[in-house]
């Protein structure tokens, strides 16, 4: 992009921001974007990184844009989908049980959110099972930053039958309508009189200590809306669509090569942020991913076999990682989503790659295509620009 | 499988025995940083681990202008040691930034050195520092300076019966300048790609004596005794600088490997002498300024 713009003889930010998409637009592979703040992202990055201030010798700005599923993404066969059971213990315990797995993404935690939300119970009150394969119903997998969307939203279908379930026991104790009852923080009152309720466990209770006692356990499926991509590659695989802009300053070492990335300005359309600690911590630890990938990462093959230990293939650790990684979060609340949240986690590497590339474009003048962008490479290619190789 | 007879030695009398009995048989274990590598990948072919963990060597002592520091000294201890950083406030930093918190725990600065591992903190400094280590076997006990330890990749030249209980640092001159750069262009936290020390006195405005050590650039920390000459009563000015920085470019023996080819190796030698040697002159100060 920053190539073509400097081709045609625009600035860098110009060509991103004549070139963005809105919402309602369709792309070329037919994707339907609905909820969409590539601007305010873009504007945002820029805003942040202030791009046109002088800057020493050796220093460089650069940003990339991305697009990407936020809302699962149908590549797998007929299935995109997720189950989830929700159980009411006779001691007001809501027990999930759903195929969405924790990988440390922080899926457990934003599960047991949007089942505390959905049922009205405390969040202390929810447990969660999303690790024992004999228990759990079917789901895709956590990949594809569908666990919160999909996952999600299979809670939230289950926690919404549940809570009609429990409205039904608890308006039969209270002698009401079921449209009359209020159930947050773990009691079920009436509405106008919160000094006639009663808790979710007396309610679960009730509904297993009768004639004819029934459990309070609910199922959901959910499946996004979506297609499968015919041949030709085209068809709206993502229920929504994520969004963002990185922005990198850069300092580089002209005699070494060597590069330190010294700020990440990370601005993402995520919906919403149903956790915003937790999606900022998906986006750092995106941002290190991509910084590997763009500076450190290096598969190589000895005698046929690939590196075996991470003495030889380093990833970035804490020292490698920029101290300033400044994330945006951007709230378009997709009707879709579970309480509008989009997918958050691959789209906090994509980014990471181009911004620095480009930034080390901007800082030394030279172009590095074949990643990582070591130094020796950089060394390498600052050489061949001066004809000294 | 074969058994492995783990010797613990009260006294360094009882080590040098044990090591006298069994020869090449036996190996000695310090922290068992490096030992244990060995062992995970099968490398160790010998019948006696014969470990120091019971013998107490990690005093630490400061006399006539000499650190004198016991061979079982952690890393982490020297880092911490408050005549260390009085004294040698350098070689706490370097030893700093070896491995990790956990290494360097454990591992130990006698261990460190026979190990003789080339890509390596600490040799390259203490050699520049004229650092000696005290070795001790049942024939006695002798002195090897750090610049005559090392015979090449992961080997010493002590004898399979000797064992490293001292290691004795000189204070450099307090006016002396101290520059040590750790090169690692993969990842900030790695195994020194190149480790350049330098060691500047002045007098009279000029240099009154100058030593580089180029580590980690081929089998043994490079130093080049001829070429530093070439300083002394000169003022470090950029051609006297890159004259002696090319020598050390050309010198070293670097391999390519994952981290770096040879020829990029060599260029960043010549970078890291002229850059480690700057900032020792900038930070010396003249005994007559």
């Known amino acids: 992009m920053d190539e073509a713009a400097a081709e045609i003889g625009l600035d860098p930010f110009e060509i991103r921001r004549r070139n963005l998409y809105s919402p309602g637009d369709v792309s070329s592979l037919a994707f339907r974007f609905g909820t969409c703040a590539q601007r305010e992202c873009l504007e945002a990055v820029i805003a942040a990184l202030k791009p046109h201030e002088k800057r020493p010798r050796g220093r460089g700005v650069g940003i990339a ?15 995109d989908g997720c189950g989830a059971i929700l159980k009411l213990e006779d001691d007001g315990t809501l027990q999930v049980i759903t195929g969405g797995q924790e990988i440390g993404q922080g899926g457990t935690t934003i599960i047991a959110q949007i089942a505390a939300e959905t049922v009205g119970v405390p969040y202390s009150g929810v447990r969660v099972e999303n690790s024992d394969t004999n228990l759990m119903p079917w789901d895709l997998g956590t990949h594809g930053s569908r666990n919160t969307f999909v996952a999600g939203n299979a809670v939230v279908g ?16 209270l002698e009401t309508s079921v449209d009359d009852l209020v159930i947050a923080g773990g009691r079920v009152s009436v509405h106008g009189a ?96 991509g910084l590997g990938f763009a500076l450190i990462e290096n598969m190589f093959a000895d005698d046929g076999t690939l590196m075996s230990n991470l003495q030889d293939y380093k990833i970035p650790v804490a020292l490698d990682v920029p101290e300033a990684i400044e994330t945006i979060l951007v709230e378009t609340r997709d009707p879709e989503g579970p309480y509008g949240a989009k997918g958050v986690a691959e789209p906090g590497i994509i980014p990471v790659a181009p911004a620095i590339v480009n930034a080390i474009a901007d800082a030394v003048g030279v172009r590095i295509r074949d990643l990582p962008a070591t130094p020796e490479k950089i060394v390498g290619a600052l050489a061949a620009r001066d004809g000294r190789r | 499988m074969k058994t492995l007879a783990y010797h613990r030695p009260a006294t ?23 030992v244990s590598i060995l062992m995970k990948e099968g490398l160790l072919d010998i019948d006696h681990l014969v470990s120091l963990e019971r013998i107490p060597l990690d005093a630490v002592t400061w ?36 491995a990790s918190r956990r290494v360097r725990n454990v591992a130990t600065i006698g261990g460190n050195l026979c190990w003789a591992e080339a890509a390596s903190d600490p040799p390259g400094l203490l050699m520049a520092l004229d650092a000696r280590v005290v070795a001790e076997s049942v024939r006695g006990r002798r002195e090897i300076a750090v610049r005559d330890l090392f015979e090449d990749y992961f080997t010493t030249t002590l004898a399979h019966d000797e064992i490293v209980t001292q290691v004795q640092v000189p204070a450099p001159a307090a006016a002396a300048g101290l520059s040590y750069l750790k090169f690692t262009p993969q990842s900030k936290a790695d195994k020194p790609v190149l480790a350049v020390t330098a060691l500047v006195r002045r ?54 490997d994952t981290r770096g080819s040879e020829a990029y190796k060599r260029q960043m030698i010549r970078v890291l002498v002229g850059r480690a040697l700057r900032e020792a002159w900038a930070r010396a100060r003249s005994t007559y300024e």
């Open chain 2, 203 to 256: 007098r009279d405005g000029g240099c009154e004596n100058a030593v580089v050590v180029v580590g980690a650039a081929g089998p043994t920390p490079l130093g080049l005794p001829d070429a530093d000459a070439l300083l002394r009563g000169q003022r470090l000015d950029e051609p006297a600088i890159e004259r002696v920085a090319a020598r050390y470019a050309e010198a070293a023996r670097p391999v390519s």
């Open chain 1, 194 to 289: 919160p000094h006639r309720g009663v808790t979710i466990a007396e309610v679960a209770r009730a509904a297993h200590y009768r004639n004819n006692g029934s459990l309070l356990i609910v199922e959901h499926f959910y499946d996004p809306p979506t297609e499968e991509p015919g041949p030709d590659g085209k068809g709206n695989k993502s229920a929504a669509y994520a969004f963002g802009f990185h922005g990198a300053e850069v300092e580089v070492d002209e005699q070494t090569g060597e590069v330190k990335v010294l700020r990440l300005v990370a601005a993402h359309d995520i919906g919403r942020a149903i956790n915003p600690k937790g999606v900022e911590g998906q986006v750092e630890g995106g941002v290190a991913q």
């Open chain 1, 65 to 79: 844009g991305l697009f990407g599923p936020g809302g699962g993404t149908r590549v797998h066969g007929n299935s």
């Open chain 2, 63 to 98: 006399g006539g202008g000499t650190l004198t520091i016991g061979a079982m000294a952690t890393h982490q201890a020297l880092v911490e040691h408050p005549l260390v950083r009085a004294h040698v406030p350098m070689l706490a930093d370097v030893l700093a930034q070896v």
């Open chain 1, 158 to 173: 289950a926690g919404r039958k549940l809570r009609r379930r429990i409205a039904e026991v608890a308006a039969e104790l």
């Open chain 2, 12 to 34: 360094t009398e009882e080590a040098c025995a044990l090591l006298a009995t069994f020869g090449g048989r036996a190996r000695v274990m310090a922290g068992g940083t490096a």
